[in-house]
């Protein structure tokens, strides 16, 4: 019998719904996004619907990978990050979405209100991001994070209630955590931020900075499993100096050098 030129495995008579398309490890990570992003907060709504907030991702270890703000809207911003939408980490390859495990969301309902003052608003707002980066900085084992670009240098503030959510069902962990799918998929990240940079010529030496970073993470990354294939004891991250590769990660050097130079 001559053949219909279709699978049947994969034939269906009728079009498949767009979200059934993804791959599963990828809808269980779309899905626990969605009820994180409409997780109620008493009294103002649903955590994605705040137009101001900051927020942070964290790996599979719950190391800090990347903190941002916001005042397009909370849920607007995140989706784009994680749902491989455009967005200067992403297109520039400098975060990896499989790499998020964990977010942590700090909406700041109170600055929508500030129609009159947005000037007074912005300074709230990078003075959140810069604590947060702050204390991402401070909870990494790297004391460095992936972002390009360093908040504006702020007085530390009093953060506001945040909520923390998983991304990733325990198949997923399973699956993606496993440290030879990790070293091999930060491998390609490294590659393609390398890429990147070869190909552009002329970038920020923020994005060469992450490069170091992303670096170190995967040294250390293969030296813990070496060590693990090995039966010795796990390695140090303090084995690795991230400011004496790239200086101080707590100010933007080539802002400092555009205001001065």
Do not use: C
């Amino acid at each position: 019998m001559a053949s219909t030129g279709r699978s049947s495995a994969n034939y269906s008579s009728s079009k498949p719904s767009r979200k059934s398309l993804p791959a599963n490890d990828v809808r269980d990570f779309r899905t626990l996004l969605t009820e994180a992003l409409a997780h109620p907060v008493p009294g103002s709504g649903r955590v994605r619907e705040s137009q101001w907030g900051v927020y942070a991702f964290y790996d599979y270890d719950g190391e800090p990978i990347y903190v941002g703000q916001t005042k397009e809207g909370l849920g607007v911003r995140v989706n784009r990050h994680l749902t491989n939408q455009r967005t200067d980490a992403v297109a520039m390859r400098i975060l990896d979405t499989f790499e998020v495990a964990e977010i942590e969301l700090w909406p700041l309902w109170d600055l929508a209100a500030a129609i009159g003052s947005r000037s007074a608003a912005q300074v709230i707002l990078d003075a959140t991001e810069y604590t947060a980066y702050i204390l991402a900085i401070e909870g990494s084992r790297f004391r460095a994070i992936l972002n390009e670009k360093i908040p504006p240098v702020s007085e530390p503030v009093e953060m506001p209630t945040s909520y923390r959510f998983t991304l990733i069902s325990d198949e997923t962990r399973a699956d993606r955590g496993h440290p030879d799918i990790r070293i091999a998929r930060r491998a390609e990240t490294l590659s393609r931020l390398a890429a990147v940079a070869r190909e552009r010529g002329e970038v920020s030496e923020g994005l060469r900075r992450v490069l170091v970073i992303q670096a170190v993470r995967l040294a250390y990354l293969s030296a813990v499993r070496l060590a693990y294939a090995e039966g010795r004891p796990e390695p140090s991250a303090s084995a690795i100096s991230v400011e004496g590769l790239v200086g101080s990660v707590l100010w933007d050097a080539e802002e400092d050098d555009e205001q001065f130079g």
